[in-house]
C-alpha cells in the first residue's frame, strides 16, 4: 500500500468521524493521480475515481450515521 494512504487510515483510525471528510478528498485525488500515471488517460481515471468517492461517502457516512451506533 502506498505511504500516503498509510497515514491517511492511521488518522482515520484514531476515531476522528470529522476527518472523514477531508481523507476522502485527498483519497480520491490520490487515487485519480495515481490512475493518470497507470492509464496515461483522463477519463478511466476520472470515471475510477469518481466510483470510488461515491463507495467512500457511502461508507463514511454509515459509519458517521448515528443510527448505525448502538
Do not use: C, N
Amino acid at each position: 500500500m502506498w505511504p500516503e494512504l498509510q497515514s491517511i487510515f492511521a488518522k482515520l483510525s484514531d476515531g476522528a468521524p470529522r476527518l472523514y471528510p477531508v481523507a476522502g478528498i485527498l483519497l480520491a485525488i490520490l487515487i485519480y493521480l495515481k490512475l493518470v500515471a497507470v492509464f496515461d488517460d483522463r477519463l478511466p481515471a476520472l470515471i475510477i475515481t469518481l466510483v470510488a468517492s461515491v463507495a467512500w461517502v457511502s461508507v463514511s457516512s454509515s459509519f458517521t450515521d448515528p443510527r448505525h451506533h448502538r
